[in-house]
């Protein structure tokens, strides 16, 4: 008996789509989950890289619950800060998890 063309056809569609929900389910809860919310720069963080000096904002936001976080931003200027302490920017967050963040700088 020979096994209808579309048997492996489905097999392989369901395995491709579960290692994408696997590798990437993080990613699209975040994009679809994530909530935006209004943070400032406190302070910027420097660190000596190759003999180049970096500096990295230092960004606190509040939770829809309240609850205050602080994280350092991945993105970074060389030679002197970006933004002044202060600056307003926005926040993507994830609420089970707030230290996940995504952060949109205001126009230079």
Same mark, same amino acid.
């Given at each position: 008996?020979?096994?209808? *063309?579309?048997?492996?056809?489905?097999?392989?569609?369901?395995?491709?789509?579960?290692?994408?929900?696997?590798?990437?389910?993080? *990613?699209? =809860?975040?994009?679809?989950? %994530? =909530?935006?919310?209004? %943070?400032?720069?406190?302070?910027?963080?420097?660190?000596?890289?190759? %003999?180049? =000096?970096?500096?990295?904002?230092?960004?606190?936001? =509040?939770?829809?619950?309240?609850?205050?976080?602080?994280?350092?931003?991945?993105?970074?200027?060389?030679?002197?800060?970006?933004?002044?302490?202060?600056?307003?920017?926005?926040?993507?967050? *994830?609420?089970?998890?707030?230290?996940?963040?995504?952060?949109?700088?205001?126009?230079?």
């Amino acid at each position: 008996m020979a096994i209808p *063309d579309w048997i492996p056809a489905t097999l392989i569609a369901a395995l491709l789509i579960g290692v994408i929900w696997w590798k990437f389910s993080s *990613d699209i =809860r975040f994009a679809m989950k %994530g =909530r935006w919310t209004e %943070g400032r720069i406190v302070n910027w963080m420097s660190a000596t890289v190759a %003999g180049k =000096r970096y500096f990295y904002p230092l960004i606190e936001f =509040r939770t829809e619950s309240g609850v205050p976080v602080t994280y350092r931003a991945e993105e970074r200027s060389e030679d002197k800060p970006m933004f002044e302490p202060g600056t307003v920017v926005k926040v993507k967050y *994830d609420p089970e998890n707030p230290k996940r963040v995504k952060t949109v700088y205001p126009k230079a």
